[in-house]
């Protein structure tokens, strides 16, 4: 992999970084930022030199001050290129959007390293480069001896990639810095943990909107349906073909009935809403072919989006139970201490459940994670199982 | 000849609720008002005192369980009033709610919405509850069974029949019809199911009998 940073090149291979392209950058780097800088402070003074007034060149300097610090920001996310070619969060390829987020740091933080500790920029390239320039230069001097001669320009020689180093060190330590102020990671790794929980939330939304509008609609009409075919059988002489051809019609309408309901209860069960995780879990617990032992002790309601992902969880984890551990019964606990929900689904079945070997697990861990919360797992070959799931549930204490 | 029973229907989808009228004035009850939502159906509810009312659990304004709240209130209210709770699928919950704050004599049924197709059931259903049977929907019992297991290992499939249709409410006859066998013959599987279940042995009333083995059943 090419290193992404000045710093990287420079500690990959200390030998290699003199080959590369990368104390350029840094000298690029510090350079421009040095140079705008001298161009402001010159700028001011020359006001200050310039026939005008004391007042009128205040006012002047004030004007060129303020027009440096707003470009300040713009060049200082572009000279940050030079020293730093990792992504930047989008931020170079879909417009100036963190700028805009935040204008003010970056205006503000662009000043003052520009303006203020641009010069230090300055004076490391003028050190670094000053001593060997200063030798290679020495057969120049009126006063230099016939040895001076000779050796001022190996030193140099020698002495000029050597200045590479504290270049490119100080370039990677000022845009480290720069790039924590102006692209914090942190941030933008929470950023994208909340939209992954957003659409999880959306999901779920969908999710009741579908229960909700098949309840509504087709539901209703299908058990209408099979009430108009149950009073037309019964006026109709028994035994009759017509009673036959409506008793099958019947049959098939009761039919639909019931697919849709098992449909629509996986989709969004009504009393997770309703009643909460407890008594959906319980009732799940219920209909798992599996005898389920409850132990939960949540007083009151929890946020919906944890209610939602511990029901989730109960509701797969006793489809696997009953699918594949072979086990005979299983023992669900859930208690929510210091603002985290533990949910506990263990069960005495073969053990060996494996997250590589399906989809399932791996699913239930992505949950999981976007509720910000963990997923943990023990099943040995043998059993038993135990999952674990840990969600922060926002309250302080049990 | 069945009694002619004074209802109140609360259903808030049109073509279910105009049905249900339809169907309950055919088995020849008298529908007092047929409404829409909870309030209207505390309102009418309070108004008509009738025998029985019938209610969907999920209604407006909240779509959420406003019929099985009005019911219990109602039941709370007006000791002997008759409640069958129609529900789209079966809500634990929700049935146990309903049955476990049952008052005196009165009826209580749950049952699924689907089962109103099954016409001369849910009639059989209505007059049950309305004389003060408990009722439970075949699929809530269903799952019951399922979730018990170890002691009910224990009884022959014979007797798990005649433990089901005891939960849905059936009395000793209606078991025997059902089951083609005779009374005496029933009466002897309930004996041997409370014995093997250790259940206590239970007056005639079969209303009480629901009780203990649904409570048995969910323990």
Redesign the interface.
Known sequence: MTPRTVLEALARSPLGYLRTVWPWRALGFLLSGGVFATAAYLGVGGLFTAPIGTWAAVLCAVAVVVFAAALAGPLERRRLALADRSDRGGGSDRGDRPERRNGLLVAGYGAVSVLAVGWMDLAVVLVSLGIPGFLLLAPLQPTASAWQAVAGPVAGALLLPVSAYPIGAWAGVRAAVTRAVLFPKDQELREVVRSRARLVDAFETERRRIERDLHDGAQQRLVALTMKLGLAALDLPPGSAAAQEVAQAHALAKEALTELRELIRGIHPQVLTERGVTAAVRDIAGRCPVPAHLDIDLSGRLPAAVEQTAYFVTAEALTNIARHSGADHCRITARCVDGLLRLDIEDNGSGNADPARGTGLIGLADRIAAADGRMLLSSPPGGPTLLRAEIPCGRPSA | MRPSLRIVIAED?V??RE??V??LQ?FGHRVLAAVGDGPALLATAREHRPDLVITDV?MPPG???EGLRAARLLQSEQPGLAVLVLS??V????AEELLDDRRGSAGTGYL???R?????EFADAVTRVAAGSTVVDPEVVR??L?????PLDRLTPREREVLALMAEGRSNAAIARRLVVTEAAVAKHIASILLKLELPPTAPDDHRRVLAVLAYLRA
């Open positions: 989808a073509l279910l049905g249900l339809h169907l055919r999920r779509r959420a369980d789209q699928y809500e634990q919950t929700f699924l919405k689907e109103i197709g099954d016409v001369e799952q019951l399922a979730r018990r297991r170890d």
